[in-house]
């Protein structure tokens, strides 16, 4: 079964820039996470879906953080325009019924 | 503010050792508990699940649940200097799939060969 894919894998942007990162879940999952996992810290959610429809996204900063899953299948997180805080690694998720995530291999945003 | 609260280590243990990783909750209706493994540049990766109260072995990982005491572990036998990583501990209110987690900030375990 192949995983989480998740691109790119690295992107260092200047503050004040917008920045995209794509998901492609695990095929049959319809449920779609995104976490910010800032250095040191665990993961935060930022936004779960489930199939198109957005489940959660009460962490999500809505004057600069937008995503998107279009069709229910993949998936882009944007940021517009990025601060220096936003400098995190962003691992995107995929679960189905029963237990536990499969994290993808994240993006790591270096800001500034 | 739903919390979960590890110490943050480093925990240094030498091979074959039993490493012992700690987790407090605060959201009392918390009902699944997990444990994700995390190399360093890594994604966290799934190692155990427990979602009633008492111990639940799975090779050389035991995890231990005490819901009153809104306490959950992770033992890990036999330490192997590849167990090094980061170990972070996640909580969900829901009892079903699909579910939001909430990380602890992780514990850094060293095994010393």
């Known amino acids: 079964e192949a995983g989480v894919a998740q691109s790119p894998r690295y992107k260092i942007i200047e503050k004040r820039q917008s920045v995209a990162f794509w998901c492609n879940p695990i095929s049959g999952h319809a449920t779609l996470y995104w976490y910010q996992q800032i250095l040191g810290q665990g993961p935060k959610l930022l936004i779960q879906f489930q199939n198109n429809g957005v489940v959660d996204d009460s962490q999500l900063p809505k004057d600069r953080f937008s995503a998107e899953r279009l069709k229910g299948v993949d998936s882009t997180l944007k940021i517009q325009p990025a601060k220096l805080e936003d400098s995190a690694v962003y691992l995107c998720?995929?679960?189905?019924?029963?237990?536990?995530?499969?994290f993808g291999s994240g993006t790591r945003l270096t800001v500034v | 503010q739903k919390e979960v609260e590890q110490n943050s280590g480093p925990l240094s243990v030498p091979e074959g050792a039993i490493a012992s990783l700690n987790c407090t909750y605060s959201?009392?209706?918390?009902?699944?508990f997990f444990w994700y493994r995390q190399y360093s540049g890594k994604s966290p990766e799934l190692i155990m699940s427990i979602y009633s109260n008492g111990d639940k072995e799975d090779g050389r990982f035991t995890a231990q649940l005490n819901k009153a005491s809104q306490y959950v572990s992770l033992l890990i036998r036999d330490s192997q200097p590849s167990d090094s990583a980061t170990y972070l501990c996640?909580?969900?209110?829901?009892?079903?799939?699909?579910?939001?987690?909430?990380f602890g900030k992780g514990t850094l375990l060293t095994v010393n060969p």
């Open positions: 996640a909580v969900t209110n829901s009892g079903g799939s699909n579910y939001k987690l909430t």
């Open positions: 998720a995929s679960s189905l019924e029963g237990f536990g995530y499969t």
């Open positions: 959201d009392r209706v918390s009902q699944s």
